[in-house]
């Protein structure tokens, strides 16, 4: 597959033309820089429309602002907001062993929690993945135990429910039953009992750390009202789980604020059980997520690519690229974590045959690494202010930016298999 940007800006002869080959490029993830007015969404279409030639490819294309359009002949949009019927599934768990498993699924959702403005508290953490394992192990999820991990494998002896990935919903509904056994379960009293006599003890331990600076602190009292506590917890106790339930679950308190925060992220619409189902005979499905607010797009993003990922590691190393992934204002989606799903496709997925295309308005908005592994960089305009950043990043010589003319001319570098010629050629468009 071939994709003609133009020709050789000083070729008199308009014959040198800069042609991407999607065979021969050392791999098939590209990045494109413009600002505003630099046509940047033109070359977008353009890029994705020559993909979709290839019978063989699917191009996933993530639309941030709604203005990517392809003829329909070849694209099916689905747009998602909160009233919208399709959703993504976020704890389909993987039997992958290298990116798969409860832990690995777990700790990438309290990552994207944590990028957003839904960050979790330093108490709500432990609890969110406390009770994140015990609903995956009621599904039949375990998390030392690999085969496990396979939906087809049942490892459980006697199970009453059917094995299935829990959902965001199920999630909430799980925090919820474990506020309320807390609060008002059959082990209840225990567990007041128990809060009471742990918060006293703290006083306690401020008083002696008072009595030690010299302070005069009365500590008699709440010795005394200590130990009743404690013997009316024992006395109460009717199962013995309910020391284990307050170490996983802490308190009431914070299991109700996790789940006031579960209650919040299904609420955004992204996470239902409807999973979007495209046309499959149209090889262009675009994701029109402008209807979501940001923190919901990139969950959006976090969920898809990672589903799109693993899916293709299961398929297997492949030779050349066959799914594409187009992300619009990319710079929006970045994370310095080096477990982040980007850095992961940037570094690991072009051997299972995924080419990332990142369009944004300056490659200061990306890691080193990211711009190392992208064989293609397309440069449509740099404005002034991210001029010198770029320069230093792409080691060029920053007055060339200088000499973009918008939608008429770029500076392109395509790194081929067996060639040492890497530089940025300027281009007239074409």
């Avoid at 409807?274 to 675009?286: E, Q």
Wanted: glycine residues 6%; contains cysteine.
């Amino acid at each position: 597959m071939e994709i003609l940007f133009g020709s050789d800006k000083w070729d008199n002869s308009g014959k040198k033309k800069s042609i991407l080959d999607t065979e021969k490029v050392v791999n098939n993830h590209m990045m494109l820089v413009g600002g505003s007015g630099s046509g940047k969404t033109y070359n977008l279409k353009k890029i994705i429309t020559a993909l979709s030639r290839d019978p063989k490819n699917t191009i996933h294309v993530l639309d941030v602002h709604g203005d990517i359009n392809i003829e329909d002949k070849i694209t099916d949009t689905i747009k998602f907001s909160e009233t919208s019927e399709n959703g993504l599934q976020p704890l389909k768990v993987s039997p992958d062993l290298d990116y798969g498993g409860v832990r690995k699924k777990i700790r990438s959702f309290i990552s994207m929690l944590n990028r957003t403005s839904r960050k979790l508290g330093t108490k709500q953490e432990p609890v969110l993945i406390n009770l994140m394992q015990d609903l995956y192990a009621a599904n039949g999820f375990y998390l030392g135990y690999p085969e496990s991990w396979d939906i087809k494998k049942e490892i459980r002896k006697n199970n009453k429910l059917q094995k299935r990935f829990p959902t965001v919903h199920d999630l909430k509904m799980f925090a919820e039953y474990k506020y309320k056994q807390m609060y008002m379960g059959m082990n209840s009293t225990a567990t007041a009992k128990l809060e009471s006599y742990n918060k006293k003890m703290n006083s306690l331990q401020k008083g002696l750390q008072k009595q030690m600076k010299g302070q005069d602190v009365d500590l008699e009292s709440a010795k005394d009202e200590i130990k009743d506590l404690f013997c009316d917890f024992v006395d109460n106790i009717e199962d013995g789980m309910e020391i284990d339930e307050l170490i996983k679950y802490d308190s009431k308190e914070v299991i109700k604020s996790v789940y006031e925060k579960l209650v919040t992220l299904e609420s955004t619409g992204i996470f239902k059980n409807k999973f979007p189902a495209f046309d499959k005979s149209k090889p262009v499905k675009r994701y029109d997520i402008k209807s979501l607010e940001k923190d919901e797009q990139m969950m959006f993003v976090d969920i898809l690519l990672e589903n799109i990922f693993l899916l293709a590691k299961q398929n297997g190393i492949k030779p050349d690229a066959d799914t594409y992934i187009v992300i619009d204002e990319a710079h929006m989606f970045m994370s310095d974590e080096d477990k982040h799903i980007i850095n992961i496709l940037a570094k690991e997925s072009r051997k299972f045959g995924i080419g990332l295309i990142l369009a944004s308005q300056s490659f200061t908005h990306f890691s080193n690494d990211i711009i190392q592994s992208s064989a293609t960089k397309i440069i449509l305009g740099i404005d002034e202010m991210f001029r010198k950043g770029s320069a230093q990043k792409l080691q060029v010589d920053i007055a060339k930016f200088g000499y973009i003319i918008p939608q008429k001319t770029a500076m392109i570098q395509i790194k081929n298999r067996k060639s040492t010629d890497n530089k940025f050629w300027d281009v007239i468009l074409e």
